[in-house]
């Protein structure tokens, strides 16, 4: 499968603990997106990566929030002091191309219960 | 900010009939995108629009990309069992003229009986 994969696809923590998602884009796509997704609603922009820069940070994205893509491959997204309210599905896309034809292909997501 | 909103929020129908649901923006958009979620699953890609009264065809689904770059619609024609899901609307806002972040509408989540 060379689609996008994300790591784990469930996790359940507890309240103040840290967690760590992994996502591994599509080979040969230099950008990389994380979104976040409640129930009922769309899919809302976290971050992104072309290549290992991280351009642009979404105002949902606190300080207890941190990705990084280190190499311009696989990135990581990092929650620290968990809040009931992080409860979400966060989904990592990948793309490559022109401004005006950015297709982002999307992972299976991972699923975070905060209890 | 920039908003995407989508109608209407649900829609039954019955295996056969068409469905249509509808995408405006706030702001003129580059170009539009839609995706399909089936429950429990993740988004995706349907297909991009990105010149102004843009029409595509996939089979017996429909899209519109109006003549303002403001708004777009999803028409399926004959809907079966297999169009359930929700269909999202993403309309891209420029990062930094290096990249682009999807600003996604609530969905129309569709569903069909037989």
């Known amino acids: 499968d060379t689609g996008v994969s994300q790591d784990p696809r469930h996790k359940i923590t507890k309240r103040g603990q840290n967690v760590t998602f992994r996502c591994d884009p599509i080979s040969e796509h230099n950008r990389l997106y994380w979104y976040r997704q409640t129930l009922g609603q769309g899919p809302e922009f976290l971050t992104y990566f072309q290549n290992e820069a991280q351009l642009e940070k979404s105002r949902l994205l606190s300080d207890r929030f941190s990705a990084e893509r280190p190499k311009g491959s696989f990135s990581t997204l990092e929650i620290q002091r968990t809040e009931q309210g992080d409860s979400a599905m966060y989904l990592c896309?990948?793309?490559?191309?022109?401004?005006?034809?950015?297709?982002?292909?999307f992972g299976p997501g991972t699923r975070l219960t905060v209890l | 900010g920039q908003q995407v909103m989508q109608i209407p929020q649900y829609q039954h129908v019955q295996e056969g009939e068409d469905f249509t649901t509808y995408c405006n923006s706030s702001?003129?958009?580059?170009?539009i995108q839609w995706y399909k979620q089936r429950p429990g699953g993740h988004p995706v890609f349907l297909i991009q629009l990105v010149k102004s009264g843009e029409v595509k065809k996939q089979k017996r689904l429909t899209f519109q990309f109006g003549e303002a770059k403001k708004n777009s619609s999803l028409h399926i024609t004959a809907t079966q069992t297999t169009d359930v899901g929700t269909y999202f609307c993403?309309?891209?806002?420029?990062?930094?003229?290096?990249?682009?972040?999807?600003?996604f509408g609530k969905g129309t989540t569709l569903s069909v009986s037989s």
């Open positions: 896309a990948s793309s490559t191309g022109t401004l005006l034809t950015d297709t982002q292909y």
């Open positions: 702001t003129t958009l580059s170009n």
């Open positions: 993403a309309g891209s806002r420029l990062y930094n003229q290096a990249g682009t972040a999807l600003i």
